[in-house]
């Protein structure tokens, strides 16, 4: 029998704001590049996760007090603060100067492949032969999105900066996961949140100061301001306090399921707003890159489930 609890946790709301998220997170690559075209990506990013640390901060010293981080705590949210915002959003921010939206989605798509490999690679997660053809399908259809559908230009060494920087999008965030598992041994999903917003806007807004780009926002229009306020407190505040609400309530997994909606979502917006066209060999290896991860996540719960042998996976 079903509790009150168990009703709350699966409730149609949690699904709703799950949808919601990885459809706000497909429209970020597009407000990302309309905010890069007016205007430095350091300066953006700054004023991006200002905005996002104050609301977070605001909802964390209601909900949960103000905080009380011990050193360990602090060094935790300074690593998340230095991969899974900082670098990344360098990474992010840069790398659409270069390349569209909606192919960037579909490179960074692989992102829980570079996770489930990261973790069996580094800290011995168990892997079977489905999880690992998971990987090497994203992994290939990776290929073909950064190479437009010739891998030969890799060997060539014709793939550009930013195809390289948004793959260094997956890497970060695969680092900003295993470091954000850590934390959650004793920060709650808010407080690591806010804390990594705070310490990441702390190196963002330094380095644009050192760039001299944090004011120089003259020519910047309504459009990329608009860009900068919906990535602050859409993008990062609403989307990640929702996604964090529905892996309390329904598991990591699951709610993980839906990050798969967020490269469908920037391709459609992408050519909707931008007027982006991609080629038939990009879209057919980002549909490989999310059916491999869709393969490689549940591989993953089955062996998490206990479903395979020890004598299966050996």
Known sequence: MRTGSDRLAASPATYFKLVATALVWGATWIAGRVAVSEASPLAIASWRFLLAALVLGTLMVIHEGWPRWSPKEWLTLIALGASGIFLYNLCFLYGLTMIEAGRGALVVALT????????????????????????????????????????????????????????????????????????????????????????????????????????????TTWHGW??????????????????????????????????????????ILGALLLDERLGIAVLGGGALVIAGVIITNHAGARLAAGVISKEEIA
């Open 226 to 267: 608009g860009a900068i306020v919906f990535l602050g407190l859409f993008g990062t505040a609403l989307a990640f306090t929702w996604y964090a609400e529905a892996v309390q309530r329904i598991g990591a997994t699951r709610s993980a399921a839906f990050i798969n909606l967020v490269p469908v979502s920037a391709v």
């Open 112 to 219: 829980p492949a570079v996770v489930a490999a990261g973790d069996w690679l580094l800290f011995g997660a168990p892997m079977s032969p489905a999880k690992a053809t998971g990987i090497a399908l994203a992994m290939f259809g990776c290929l073909l999105v950064v190479t437009n559908g010739d891998p030969r230009l890799l060997l060539a060494g014709q793939v550009g900066l930013g195809e390289w920087l948004i793959i260094g999008c997956s890497v970060l965030w695969a680092v900003y996961t295993f470091v954000g598992r850590r934390g959650t041994r004793s920060l709650s999903p808010l407080a690591m949140t806010f804390g990594a917003s705070l310490t990441g806007w702390l190196m963002l807004t330094v380095a644009a100061l050192w760039q001299g780009s944090l004011f120089s926002l003259a020519e």
